[in-house]
């Protein structure tokens, strides 16, 4: 759903050490409990995601099939590929050599069978809604063969019930980028009920592959980033309904006093309301009004926190260790 960095949060004076992150390092080989192989893969849809996903893919030597409904579809998706190698290749970050290369290795059509027929990771970037998804699912289990891992770009959706249309659900999993794909460090790697632990590690390392940063989450509406920013972004939206301060003034506020790059109302308009609305109704009626009422107190972990006296960075220990 939201893809915007929201990096500077908070300040990182007193992070612990825990939050440096080690240099990703390019695997070929990714190891699960069998080695596999990844060489091929296929992007399903080619709209924003789709297109960045393909591209990053490409950039990092996989070859790429990218599928959507028409040739219309198709053909705007590779003109925005052909965008994004061009604005790399006028930034410096390019050679025209490399460009050229990166262009031949991504392929497209509208046929389904023809995009996953050799496919070592099928990657679902279809528009967020689960009777979709699932007809996707159900079509890419009888296309593909079966070695082939099925991941979602979802932002919000249920990966087990996505992985229940299949006969493979051991080899579904979320792979959850962010938008822009090429400029975002972060994939969430979601495991459904059902995923295994090779299919995890499998997601992870090809992750790792593309120098992206995973992290690792359970199957829950939202995952981490979503649930935590359509929270925040919602809470603004009810200041302003509520005509507490201006539009402006709340941006101004959160910009200035938690330091991000961007006021909440703000990003809400640039993620698109429809999204804001369409991924917070989801979490909400996922999560139920028991999930609700419970948010409106401070949670039992933190209460049990302040009561061991393990009160952050000022006692040395809060959920870290300073």
């Not at 790697?189 to 997601?203: C, L, N, P, Y």
């Not at 920013?229 to 101004?252: H, P, T």
């Amino acid at each position: 759903m939201f893809g915007t960095s929201q990096a500077g949060l908070v300040s990182m004076e007193h992070m612990p050490k825990s939050f440096i992150l080690e240099k990703s390092v390019t695997a070929v080989i990714l190891r699960g409990l069998k080695e596999m192989e990844i060489k091929k893969v296929a992007v399903i849809g080619a709209g924003a995601m789709g297109t960045g996903i393909a591209y990053v893919c490409a950039t990092k030597g996989y070859n790429v099939f990218l599928r959507d409904l028409n040739e219309d579809l198709v053909k705007r998706g590779m003109g925005k590929i052909r965008e994004m190698i061009a604005t790399g290749v006028n930034r410096g970050k390019l050679t025209p050599k490399e460009a050229e290369e990166i262009m031949k290795r991504i392929k497209s059509t509208t046929d389904a069978a023809e995009a996953v027929r050799e496919a070592d990771l099928v990657i679902e970037a279809v528009f967020e809604d689960m009777d979709l998804k699932k007809k996707v699912f159900k079509e890419l289990d009888e296309l593909c063969p079966s070695h082939t891992i099925l991941a979602s770009n979802t932002s919000v959706l249920s990966i087990t019930e996505m992985g229940s249309t299949t006969k493979r659900p051991d080899k579904v999993v979320g792979m959850h980028f962010f938008n822009p794909a090429y400029a975002m460090k972060l994939v969430e790697v979601i495991s459904g009920k059902q995923t295994s632990e090779d299919t995890r590690k499998i997601a992870n390392d090809f992750t790792i592959s593309l120098e992206k940063e995973p992290v690792q989450v359970k199957d829950t509406p939202g995952f981490i980033v979503n649930r935590i920013l359509g929270a925040a972004l919602g809470e603004a939206i009810y200041l302003l309904e509520e005509g507490v301060a201006s539009a402006k003034d709340i941006d101004k506020a959160v910009v200035l006093g938690l330091n991000w790059p961007m006021g909440p109302i703000a990003l809400a308009d640039f993620v698109g309301l429809d999204v804001v609305y369409h991924s917070g109704k989801s979490v909400a009626d996922a999560l139920g009004d028991d999930y609700l009422r419970k948010r409106s107190q401070p949670s039992k972990l933190l209460e049990e926190k302040v009561k061991a006296g393990h009160l952050g960075v000022k006692t040395r220990k809060g959920f870290y260790e300073y």
